[in-house]
């Protein structure tokens, strides 16, 4: 009777394993569907062209005490004896294979040799100048990541990292840098960086054109030459290929087009659209002009010495 119970509910626990092992399986499939589908929906992202058409958003404030640099790294710098040494290691340090060669390498090269300099002329510490060349590199990462105008963002980010460094709050920010330390590096950043924020982002990132096509109704599209052919052959091509239906068609579109007609509609179009690409001119001018208004008005406020408020005597005559 023995072997006949154990035979029985070996039987019974067969099909709870091959229930178990299909749950598994089928747990599996929906976890590699739902990946699959994750990685074509990324592959499809990344392939729209006009993911690329927005300016990206900023990352948040963050402490960048030893990000980039960490304290071997200063160590290194700190051992160097002149200026060539220092670059040296300084492109070791940062990736750069050849700045003789590359102008970005060159660019970015100087920029982070001159801020070491002027770290060293400030008498910083190692952590300051691990955090001061971090805050620099992430400033100049956020001027890259697109090619349009995002001066005032930049400055924010700036701003709102710089005071990450200077208030002791953690985990959010700390008293790393002094008062005087703070508007020093910040004037410092506002006269070489700043002034120079349109060269650095005509040379780190790609150039923006518009193509613009326009479509009249009533008339018919211009063709475009496939290269390596003449305007005559696409034109022989074109009318061995027209068929008796679409010969119809152009006659009585033909017909129906008068010259006069055609040239009042381009005249009036051409007036229109300079009107356009006037009022947008002028827009354009008064933009600019408005923000680099903006921006001088920010610049001078920075120059000014800073002066702290007169401290209360504390004898007080009786």
């Known amino acids: 009777m023995q072997p006949a119970l154990e035979q029985t509910s070996e039987m019974r626990r067969e099909p709870e394993r091959e229930l178990g092992s299909v749950d598994e399986s089928a747990s599996r499939m929906q976890t590699v569907s739902r990946t699959e589908s994750g990685t074509v929906i990324s592959v499809e992202a ?15 404030p963050r402490i960048c005490m030893w990000k980039y640099l960490d304290i071997h790294s200063m160590h290194r710098l700190e051992k160097t004896a002149n200026v060539e040494e220092m670059r ?20 970015t090269l100087d920029l982070f040799s001159h801020a070491l300099i002027f770290c060293r ?18 400033l100049h990462k956020a001027c890259i990541a697109t090619p349009l105008g995002n001066v005032e963002e930049c400055y924010r980010y700036f701003t709102s990292v710089l005071f990450c460094h200077g208030v002791r709050r ?35 990132t790609p150039q923006v054109r518009l193509d613009l096509s326009l479509t009249y109704m009533g008339l018919l599209p211009p063709k475009l030459c496939p290269e390596g052919e003449t305007e005559k052959e696409v034109e022989e091509v074109a009318e061995q290929a027209v068929t008796p239906e679409e010969e119809e068609l152009e006659t009585v579109a033909e017909s129906q087009q008068e010259p006069s007609q055609v040239s009042f509609l381009r005249a009036y179009i051409k007036t229109q659209l300079n009107k356009e690409v006037q009022q947008l001119q002028q827009l354009v001018e008064e933009r600019l002009k408005a923000s680099e208004e903006r921006l ?12 702290l408020p007169p401290s209360k005597g504390k004898n007080k005559t009786k």
């Open 46 to 60: 990344d392939k729209d062209p006009a993911a690329n058409l927005f300016p990206p958003p900023l990352p948040q």
């Open 88 to 107: 040296e290691v300084l492109a070791e340090l940062l990736g750069l294979s050849c700045p003789e060669k590359s102008p970005r390498e060159a660019i």
């Open 121 to 138: 002329q400030q008498g910083f510490s190692p952590e300051q100048t691990s955090t001061a060349c971090a805050l620099l590199q992430d």
């Open 170 to 204: 953690p985990p959010f920010s700390i008293n790393l840098f002094k008062e005087e330390q703070l508007l020093a590096l910040a004037d410092y950043v506002v006269n070489t960086y700043f002034r120079h924020f349109k060269l650095y982002k005509y040379v780190f």
């Open 296 to 307: 001088s008005s920010k610049l001078t406020t920075l120059e000014r010495p800073f002066q």
